[in-house]
C-alpha cells in the first residue's frame, strides 16, 4: 500500500511570515494526485491544494504553494504571508489512479500554530 | 445545497451496542466514502461507494458494514461496537474521481 509521511508532528509561524510543511510517500505508480487538506478546531476538512503528478508546474492557490519534487517522492506545502486563520492540522494525502483510485492515503498531519 | 451532512454530531456507546451513522448528500455525487480518524492521525478509508447499490472495502473495513440504496444517502453501520471504534468519523462524496472531495463535518464515536 501507498504510504503518506509527514514527519513534523507540529509548526509554528509568526504571522506574516512563510512557512513550509513537509510530505514524502511512496508509491510504484507513475500517475496520481496529491493534496494538501486543512483541518481547524471545527474538525471540518477543506481541501487546500492539489497537484496532479503528470504536470511539472506546482500548484498554487493564492497564498498556498507546492514544491513537488517526484523523482524524490517529495510534496511540501510552503503558505506565505502567514494569518491567524491558517493555524490548523495539515493532512497531506495521496490518491493514486489505478483500480484504487478510489483510496486516498493520508499522512499523520501537522499541526501549525501561528504566532501574532 | 447543504453540502455533506453527518448525523448525529457526537455519540457514546456501550461496547456490544449497535448503531448507524448517517450521512447524505445533495450534490447528486456519485461516490461516497466514510472515513475514521484517530486522535493524532490522518484519515482512514472504511467504505467506500461509487453509485447506488455498489459498496467496496476500504483500508479498515472489519467491525462496520455499509448500504448504499439511494445516491444521496451512505449509512455506516457498527453492529457490535468495541472501543477500539471511539473515533471521529467522517464522509465524504464527490462527483467524479477527476472532482475534489467534499467533506462531512464529522461524528465523534465514544465506545466505553
Known amino acids: 500500500a501507498q504510504t503518506v509521511t509527514q514527519s513534523q508532528p507540529e509548526m509554528s509561524v509568526q504571522e506574516a511570515e512563510t512557512v513550509t510543511l513537509s510530505c514524502t510517500y511512496d508509491?510504484?505508480?507513475?500517475?496520481?494526485?496529491l493534496f494538501w487538506y486543512k483541518q481547524p478546531p471545527s474538525r471540518q476538512m477543506i481541501l487546500v491544494i492539489r497537484?496532479?503528478?503528470?504536470?511539472?508546474q506546482n500548484a498554487t492557490e493564492n497564498r498556498f504553494s507546492v514544491n513537488f519534487q517526484k523523482a524524490a517522492k517529495s510534496f511540501s506545502l510552503k503558505i506565505s504571508d502567514s494569518q491567524l486563520g491558517d493555524a490548523a492540522m495539515y493532512f497531506c494525502a495521496y490518491r493514486g489512479l489505478s483500480n484504487t483510485g478510489n483510496q486516498f492515503y493520508f499522512g499523520t498531519g501537522t499541526s501549525l500554530t501561528v504566532i501574532p | 445545497n447543504a453540502g455533506v451532512t453527518q448525523t448525529p454530531k457526537f455519540r457514546i456507546l456501550k461496547i456490544g451496542q449497535s448503531m448507524t451513522l448517517q450521512c447524505a448528500q445533495d450534490?447528486?455525487?456519485?461516490?461516497m466514502y466514510w472515513y475514521r480518524q484517530d486522535p493524532g492521525m490522518g484519515l482512514k478509508l472504511i467504505y467506500y461507494s461509487v453509485g447506488a447499490g455498489i459498496t467496496d472495502k476500504g483500508e479498515v473495513p472489519n467491525g462496520y458494514n455499509v448500504s448504499r440504496s439511494t445516491t444521496e444517502d451512505f449509512p455506516l453501520r457498527l453492529e457490535l461496537a468495541a472501543p477500539s471504534q471511539t473515533s471521529v468519523y467522517f464522509c465524504?462524496?464527490?462527483?467524479?474521481?477527476?472532482?475534489?472531495?467534499?467533506f462531512g463535518p464529522g461524528t465523534r464515536l465514544t465506545v466505553l
Open positions: 450534490m447528486n455525487h456519485n461516490y
Open positions: 465524504a462524496s464527490r462527483l467524479d474521481l477527476s472532482r475534489r472531495q467534499f
Open positions: 497537484q496532479e503528478a503528470y504536470k511539472q
Open positions: 508509491t510504484s505508480e507513475s500517475d496520481y494526485y
